[in-house]
């Protein structure tokens, strides 16, 4: 758990994503160069991800090489976050 | 002076024997998930298996990619048929190919310090041995140490140090930041991951390590054997405590490090009861923690300076059982990373690569200060042991390319979160491979620009050409397309690009 957010919290996040957009997040927390996983989809296609941070220690992997669709889902996840 | 440093370095092995014990709370009463008495038995009641059994153990290994069970794992290393062995030997090297196909990740390692406050009978740093020249390096050289090694075109460090508190946590993230630092050829030179071989440490100290950017945290327990661990590290060291050692991996993924490397030193004991050991540990940090071995290491013993055990030990493993020991290993944990070093020579590392090495280091100099000082020499007073292989990295990575191999500097896991029950996942899926795959192609490529010589290049534009051939059955187009824009992108300059 990151900032008091539980990561089945962010399990039933990736999944909206994943219905909202058809595509995958996982979340990591992020520690120096380091992101460890947390939460979100485990079975990645062999695609670039996107990286964005939503607070100091709580990154969002989006995986998808669009970057405009990435913003979306970031901001979509910010909104879902607070 | 040197009696001050005697007597602070005492002081400081006391204090850290004193502490919490740091291990009592995983075990289960006074148990540890090496059970030697089961392990012998386990080896004893699957003597004289049958073909037949061997084969069906093999088949399932290679579809489930699950950890072997003890009494299959010791069934395998019962075999005694040669031909049957030939098998085993092929089967590895499928494992291998589903999990991480035909990369070889390459790394140099990087000695920073040989003071040391353990006595290992079997080591040149132990402390009683007069002959070794003590040296720690400062941040400015190993900052000269790394000019030399990402100039080379080394993305990867492992870095070593010996336990003292000259080398305590704060020197060995101090090295750590250093080595990030250093940026050469207008920043196509850099190291992106640096692993660490120390000795084990608290949570509080790992989690300093995790803050800094450590790659993997590798502690080899060198012998499972408890009576033959007892007589090689002797019981007045740190490292005289067995326990405090064997659950140190507990507390790097308690403190956030998620990717550990075990591992033994060959030559201690018996290597059929040590691949068992490494098997229950696999298992038991898998059930623990959800993640398995980063890599496993198994470093045979190899002449030191002024160390005459190494001479006379008993279990000396032979090249031939070296070869069922890496098999066997590959079956049985199926996912992890398994690291062969320029200890061993060329004649060697070629007979046993095809068996699911997964790393392995070139242009290695292990000589404190080395890098820098002594490129074309190895010193036995500044170093652990002497190596087997001192070939350059150029050269190594041609060699691996003409028999098919491509090198990969790939660091893109542990910096987007693929790491923990993920990358456990995408390993025993298969996908992990494909990853692999691409992350190696572009590193390569970024190799073959930057640092390549003329004859390597040659060499590795061909094979990088089958590469991408094999790679557009494997991907979806989109995929293959990112690929090819990516590798051009490379070409104009742009750097660390990955999947």
């Not at chain 1, 089945?8 to 992020?30: H, M, P, R, Y």
């Not at chain 2, 990087?110 to 400062?138: H, K, Q």
């Not at chain 2, 542990?414 to 899926?429: A, F, P, Q, W």
């Amino acid at each position: 758990m990151v900032k008091g957010i539980s990561t089945s919290k962010l399990e039933e996040i990736a999944k909206v994503i994943a219905e909202e957009f058809g595509i995958s997040v996982w979340f990591a927390e992020v520690v120096g160069r380091r992101w460890s996983y947390l939460a979100g989809s485990v079975i990645s296609e062999p695609l670039p991800s996107v990286r964005f941070m939503l607070d100091e220690k709580l990154g969002l992997v989006v995986e998808t090489d669009d970057e405009k669709l990435a913003e979306t889902v970031f901001d979509y996840v910010r909104k879902l976050i607070r | 002076m040197w009696v001050e440093s005697v007597r602070v370095a005492k002081n400081w092995m006391e204090s850290r024997l004193k502490g919490e014990d740091g291990y009592s709370k995983y075990m289960d009463g006074e148990k540890t998930f090496i059970d030697e008495e089961k392990i012998f038995k386990t080896l004893k009641e699957n003597r004289d298996p049958k073909p037949a059994r061997i084969r069906s153990i093999i088949d399932e290994a290679i579809e489930s990619k699950e950890c072997l069970s003890l009494e299959d794992c010791a069934a395998l290393l019962n075999v005694k048929n040669e031909e049957l062995w030939k098998e085993i030997f092929q089967a590895a090297g499928e494992v291998k190919k589903q999990v991480y196909d035909n990369r070889i990740v390459t790394f140099a390692p990087l000695y920073c310090s040989n003071y040391c406050v353990n006595n290992c009978l079997y080591c040149a740093f132990r402390r009683e041995n007069s002959v070794e020249i003590r040296r720690r390096l400062t941040l400015d050289e190993i900052r000269r140490e790394v000019e030399v090694l990402a100039g080379m075109g080394h993305k990867r460090l492992i870095t070593s140090y010996g336990e003292h508190p000259l080398s305590d946590v704060n020197y060995i993230a101090d090295t750590l930041r250093a080595i990030y630092s250093v940026k050469v050829k207008g920043g196509r030179g850099e190291i992106r991951r640096v692993n660490v071989n120390a000795a084990p440490m608290t949570v509080e100290e790992l989690e300093i390590l995790r803050d800094v950017g450590i790659g993997t945290f590798q502690v080899f327990q060198e012998t499972y054997h408890r009576k033959t661990y007892s007589e090689v590290h002797p019981p007045d060291t740190i490292k005289g405590n067995y326990f405090w050692r064997l659950y140190c991996m507990h507390r790097a993924l308690e403190a956030g490090v998620d990717d550990v490397g075990i591992g033994v030193l060959l030559g201690l004991f018996d290597w059929r009861f040590e691949v068992l050991s490494l098997l229950s540990h696999s298992i038991e940090l898998e059930e623990k923690f959800g993640v398995g071995p980063h890599t496993i290491s198994f470093p045979r013993l190899r002449p030191a300076a002024n160390t005459p055990f190494v001479q006379n030990s008993a279990y000396k493993v032979s090249d031939e059982d070296f070869m069922k020991f890496i098999a066997v290993v590959r079956i049985a944990v199926p996912y992890t990373g398994m690291i062969l070093t320029a200890r061993e020579p060329e004649h060697i590392r070629r007979r046993v690569l095809p068996l699911g090495i997964t790393q392995t280091d070139f242009g290695s100099k292990i000589g404190i200060g080395s890098y820098r000082e002594s490129y074309n020499k190895q010193e036995a007073k500044i170093q652990q042991f002497l190596l087997g292989d001192t070939r350059e990295l150029d050269e190594g990575i041609r060699w691996l390319a003409e028999m098919g191999y491509i090198v990969s500097f790939c660091t893109a896991g542990y910096r987007c979160g693929r790491t923990g029950v993920k990358i456990m996942k995408l390993l025993k899926t298969g996908r992990e491979k494909i990853f692999c795959k691409l992350n190696a192609i572009l590193t390569f490529k970024e190799y073959l620009e930057d640092f390549a010589s003329e004859e390597t290049k040659r060499v590795g534009e061909e094979l990088l050409e089958k590469e991408l051939k094999e790679v557009k059955d494997l991907v979806s187009e989109r995929t293959y397309e990112k690929l090819i824009e990516y590798l051009s992108r490379i070409e104009d300059g742009e750097r660390d690009l990955y999947f």
